[in-house]
Structure formats: structure tokens, C-alpha cells
């Protein structure tokens, strides 16, 4: 069996790295994804740039930076996602956001993430750039986080907030992501959801809502999507297979010392679904590619 090479819809890279954080790394180079990216047999990624969030980050890539990345790095940085926050332009829930994401969609961006402002799902503003968003055709890939000392969308133990926004804005694709995302696969608890639970997975609020909302996705990236999916096997590979249409491999890199890192497991983990028969191979080629060239390029 030939097993594919996988697009990942979640990277993190600046051209240089200027600023180190406080452990003593930064964001990788478009060299340094790329031989994380040949380690786990991963074609090319989706970059999400943060310019919209300084507050959150030592160092940055822009919209900008991120456009020219994927021009010059077609090989490892496929597309390019608008980093737009609810605040843009005139700070108001009234604000023509589709004025500008025209622009970013014009100049190439296939959709808006890493969604990380910390509002609540439902806050006015928020709810302005769902609608513009929507209106563009213009998907979105979110992180959720608990309100104040954090970042993220904000949301309740349960997502009602993220059920509310499911419902007004049925045509708007939403890719969701993080630990307060992934850890409600199954019942869990304010303490569980802010990490990463362990043991078998009784069902819990992300499988409801994707079989009721047809614009839920599951971006699985990161440590949290590998260990909701790896946490019970057996429920993560049934799970895999009802979802296969909305669900997107991903890593989540930000530091060329993720090459060791949980998230790249889901390479193989899936690999090893498929071999094993698992997953069905039209399960595999979905989730580990064709579900984001259906996304990215129509």
C-alpha cells in the first residue's frame, strides 16, 4: 500500500527568526518546516500568519510576509490564511469587513485564522465577522479560549456559544481547533478542558454538533487533536470515519523543537489506521489530503 503524503492545514513560519520567547525558541523558517515536513512525509501546508495578535506573540508573521512565503516557498507553503480580527477598521459590530477581506481574498488568502481574539463566540463584533466571512466565502479556522488571561474565541464548558454561532451562520465552514475544542470529543469538565484528557471517550458535545451542523470541521492539528483522536483508539478510528469529509490533517508547528513533538504522530497514527483497515482508504485520503484541496482549491 502506497500511503500518501499529507497537506497540513495549520503551520506556523516567519522569513527569519528576529525574536526568541522566553523558553529560548521561536518560529520556525520555511527551511526548518520543511525538514520537519520531510521527516513525517508531509507535501506542504496551509500558513496561518498572527499579525492581527502582537499582544500574543514574541515575534510575528504578517499577512503581508505570509503571501510572500508561500510565493517564494511554493514547495513547503501551499496557501495563506487572512489573520482579520473582529476590530479591524472602524472597531465597530457595524464595520464593512467585507470591504476587506475582498482584498485579502484578491491577493490570495483562502480564508481567515488562526481566529485567536478573545471575545466571546457571540459578541457582537465576533458576530460581524462571521457574517462578512460567510458572505466572502471566506471559511474559518478558529482557537478557543477561556475569557481573560488567554487567548482564543471564548466559550462555556459544553460550547453553547459555538453551537449559537453554528446555527446563524449555516453556509460559513468552521475549522476548529485547541485544547477547549478537542478536549469536549468526549464528557469532560472545566479542569479536563483546559488540557489534555486521557482514557476512553464517552461521546461528548464535538460529535453531537457535527452530526447536527454540517459546517462544523475538525482541524487536528496539534497536541489536542492527536489526542482526542489517539486517547481511545477504537472510538478515535470510528470517529474518523463518520467525520472523514470534515476533518483536516494538521500539525501546528511554531518551533523547529515540534519535529519531536506529540503532533506529528498523527502522521503515522493515520498511516497505521489505514494499513491496519482501521479506516477505510477513502476515510485516509480525505482526511490526510483531499478534504483540504477541496477546501483550498475548489
Not at 459578541?123 to 474559518?140: I, K, Q, T, Y
Not at 467525520?243 to 497514527?269: E, Q, V
Request: hydrophobic share 35%; glycine share 12%.
Amino acid at each position: 500500500m502506497k500511503l500518501l503524503p499529507k497537506i497540513d492545514i495549520h503551520v506556523h513560519a516567519v522569513p527569519e527568526r528576529m525574536i526568541c520567547r522566553g523558553t529560548g525558541d521561536g518560529y520556525p523558517t520555511p527551511e526548518e518546516v520543511r525538514a520537519i515536513y520531510d521527516a513525517y512525509g508531509i507535501e506542504r501546508g496551509v500558513l496561518l500568519p498572527d499579525g492581527c495578535y502582537p499582544e500574543g506573540s514574541s515575534d510575528i508573521c504578517s499577512p503581508r510576509e505570509a503571501k510572500t512565503l508561500v510565493r517564494d516557498h511554493p514547495g513547503t507553503f501551499g496557501w495563506w490564511f487572512a489573520p482579520l480580527a473582529s476590530s479591524a477598521g472602524n472597531n465597530s459590530p457595524d464595520t464593512d469587513l467585507s470591504a476587506i477581506l475582498k482584498q485579502y481574498r484578491a491577493a490570495g488568502a483562502k480564508g481567515v485564522g488562526e481566529i485567536s481574539e478573545n471575545r466571546p463566540f457571540d459578541d457582537p463584533m465576533m458576530l460581524n465577522l462571521f457574517r462578512h466571512c460567510e458572505a466572502c466565502g471566506m471559511p474559518v479556522l478558529f482557537h478557543i479560549g477561556r475569557l481573560g488571561g488567554d487567548y482564543g474565541i471564548v466559550d462555556d464548558l459544553g460550547l453553547p456559544r459555538l453551537e449559537k454561532v453554528l446555527g446563524m451562520f449555516p453556509k460559513l465552514r468552521f475549522l476548529g481547533h485547541s485544547q477547549k475544542f478537542w478536549a469536549e470529543i468526549g464528557e469532560t469538565d472545566e479542569e479536563s478542558r483546559n488540557g489534555y484528557p486521557k482514557g476512553k471517550v464517552t461521546p461528548g458535545r464535538i460529535p453531537a454538533l457535527m452530526r447536527k451542523y454540517g459546517n462544523l470541521c475538525g482541524d487536528l492539528s496539534a497536541g489536542s487533536g492527536y489526542n482526542a483522536i489517539t486517547r481511545d483508539p477504537d472510538f478515535g478510528w470510528a470517529f474518523l470515519e463518520e467525520f472523514a469529509d470534515r476533518l483536516y490533517f494538521g500539525t501546528d508547528i511554531c518551533s523547529p523543537r515540534n519535529m519531536h513533538s506529540d503532533m506529528m504522530k498523527l502522521a503515522g497514527f493515520l498511516d497505521d489506521a489505514v494499513t491496519r483497515g482501521k479506516i477505510s482508504w477513502g476515510a485516509y485520503e480525505k482526511i490526510c489530503r483531499g478534504n483540504a484541496l477541496d477546501l483550498l482549491e475548489g
